[in-house]
Nanobody
Framework: QVQLVESGGGLVQTGGSLRLSCVAS????????MGWYRQTPGKQRELVAV???????TYADSVKGRFTISRDNAKNTVDLQMNSLKPEDTAVYYC?????????WGKGTLVTVSS
């Protein structure tokens, strides 16, 4: 089993910044990637950013240039620095760990961007 604990969500004004953090613990073997997804009511969960072993990254087009994902392999943490936030970034953000045969999700942290 793998446990994921997210932190860093909250309320911020348009143009502001937030940093999300996720700590993974448990049986983390054959880790392929860690990432962040988000979901708003009535919509499917969507990829925000993912970082693979070796450090390569993928971002949603909507966040490129504003968000940065980083990872500390020794601590099994993944962070998401979010700058120039927009109201459309408002969502519940979920941490994800991909072990290949299985993936795990955190409980989510709410990010609200006021206009």
């Amino acid at each position: 089993q793998v446990q994921l604990v997210e932190s860093g969500g909250g309320l911020v004004q348009t143009g502001g910044s937030l940093r999300l953090s996720c700590v993974a613990s448990g049986s983390i073997f054959s880790l392929i990637a860690m990432g962040w997804y988000r979901q708003t009511p009535g919509k499917q969960r969507e990829l925000v950013a993912v970082i693979f072993n070796g450090g390569s990254t993928t971002y949603a087009d909507s966040v490129k240039g504003r968000f940065t994902i980083s990872r500390d392999n020794a601590k099994n943490t993944v962070d998401l620095q979010m700058n120039s936030l927009k109201p459309e970034d408002t969502a519940v953000y979920y941490c994800n760990v991909n072990l290949g045969v299985r993936e795990y999700w955190g409980k989510g942290t709410l990010v609200t961007v006021s206009s």
